[in-house]
């Protein structure tokens, strides 16, 4: 199975800072169609999980464009520019590359 | 808009079976599959299987062959997951999520399922 390392697993930031969360894969996560099929999740405290980012830096409707993610291959990263409350939570990567799909272990993000 | 509505917790003892629904409203399950993802306290989230919501094909994690069942009924935009032989590991929330080309972009409200003699 492909393995997803999250760090930093644990992320304290100062609201209005910028923030960043990596993960990386131990196979490459391009599927033989071409496409990377990375996607970051976001879980609030008492939710369930929403997805923000797919294909690695494609954001879904209504994220908000602080949210960014880059990568390729193994290596990924989502980054927030500036942070604000309802950014607390775990944010999770996953990949649909490969089966079966796995999750990185999660980092939680809250406010200092 | 997308909504995946599932069943209420449930307690089971060790050794017993529990079918979890998901009933789909919103969109069309034509052309569709549905993923079932746990969340075990205090670990991460965990793929247990896919189901091809046109004809019933399924594909399970190896982690949980023989012990997981994902069903369909069309008629009514359902979907079932029932995981036999339960184990107090077995503990966890558990979300039905559709599938949006090798991703997932909604997901249930979970259903907490909790073992204990």
């Known amino acids: 199975d492909v393995v997803m390392t999250q760090s930093p697993l644990s992320l304290p930031v100062t609201l209005g800072q910028p923030a960043s969360i990596s993960c990386r894969s131990t196979q490459g996560l391009v599927h033989r169609d071409g496409n990377t099929y990375l996607t970051w999740l976001h879980q609030r405290p008492g939710h369930s999980p929403r997805r923000l980012i797919y294909?690695?830096?494609n954001r879904d409707s209504g994220v908000p464009d602080r949210f960014s993610g880059s990568g390729s291959g193994t290596d990924f990263t989502l980054k927030i520019s500036r942070v604000e409350a309802e950014d607390v939570g775990v944010y999770y990567c996953?990949?649909?590359?490969?089966?079966?799909?796995?999750f990185g272990q999660g980092t939680k993000v809250e406010i200092k | 808009q997308v909504q995946l509505v599932q069943s209420g917790a449930e307690v089971k003892e060790p050794g017993a079976s529990v079918k979890v629904s998901c009933k789909a409203s919103?969109?069309?399950?034509?052309?569709?599959?549905m993923h079932w993802v746990r969340h075990v306290p205090g670990q991460g989230l965990e793929w247990m299987g896919r189901?091809?919501?046109?004809?019933?094909?399924?594909k399970y994690a190896q982690k949980f062959q023989g012990r997981v069942t994902m069903t369909r009924a069309p008629s009514i935009t359902t979907v079932y997951m029932d995981l036999s032989d339960l184990r107090s590991d077995d503990t966890a929330i558990y979300y039905c999520?559709?599938?949006?080309?090798?991703?997932?972009?909604?997901w249930g409200q979970g259903t907490l399922v909790t073992v204990s003699s």
């Open positions: 189901i091809t919501l046109d004809n019933g094909d399924t």
């Open positions: 294909k690695i830096s």
């Open positions: 919103g969109y069309s399950f034509s052309g569709q599959f």
């Open positions: 999520t559709r599938d949006n080309y090798y991703s997932i972009d909604y």
């Open positions: 996953m990949q649909g590359t490969h089966w079966p799909w796995t």
